[in-house]
């Protein structure tokens, strides 16, 4: 079942100048060697690249299903220790923001009991409305099962998702610190507590 279809536009510029230039090295031609430092107008010109693409795509909100944790675990890092037990949990229900109906963009977790989590939108497509619409599902599934309230957490840096609850109703109502695993640039974890605002809203 999907329960929404959110419409987003998608504006994607890029420019660059070429960095190299192909000279003959070795008695050869083709091994690449740093362009000279001050070029021509006509040569910056006719080196620069600039596109500009506008996406429009459907994308579906639905509860998430065995198959989409493939895709789903490309780029979200919750879907071995909290997503795959989620599906099979009869007081849970994991949304999925689909592409295309294909594609997840998008997820939040929703316990039916009044408690959303782990929204988030994969960079590139925020700002268009998912997120929002993410929050909305959650809030009339928890109030279809018989919640009067809705409670999520937030980290006290994350001001753009601050303002978006704010923005939907929710009231600051205490504070927490959450603590997960951090990469470190020699690729292992170490637990970091993230001091986070409780905020709830009456459904």
């Known amino acids: 079942m999907v329960w929404a279809v959110v419409s987003i536009t998608r504006t994607r510029s890029r420019s660059s100048v070429n960095e190299y230039r192909f000279q003959p090295h070795n008695g050869y031609a083709g091994t690449p060697t740093a362009a000279p430092k001050s070029l021509t107008s006509r040569e910056q010109n006719s080196s620069a690249v600039s596109r500009t693409v506008h996406l429009e795509l459907d994308v579906e909100i639905r509860r998430a299903v065995a198959r989409d944790l493939p895709a789903l675990a490309t780029w979200s890092g919750h879907v071995a220790d909290v997503f795959r037990a989620a599906i099979e949990a009869d007081d849970r229900i994991l949304l999925v923001a ?3 109906g294909r594609f997840p963009i998008g997820h939040a977790l929703v316990d039916l009991h009044g408690t959303i989590s782990h929204v988030l939108v994969l960079a590139g ?30 980290e006290k840096v994350n001001e753009a998702a601050i303002r978006l609850y704010k923005r939907l109703g929710y009231l600051t109502t205490g504070e927490t610190s959450v603590q997960w695993d951090d990469p470190l640039p020699d690729g292992t974890v170490q637990p970091v507590d993230h001091p986070s605002w409780v905020m709830s809203k009456k459904l």
């Open 98 to 100: 689909l592409a295309r």
């Open 125 to 154: 497509f925020r700002d268009q409305g998912l997120g929002t619409a993410l929050v909305e599902v959650s809030e009339w599934l928890i109030h279809e099962a018989g919640a009067g309230h809705s409670t999520l957490e937030v």
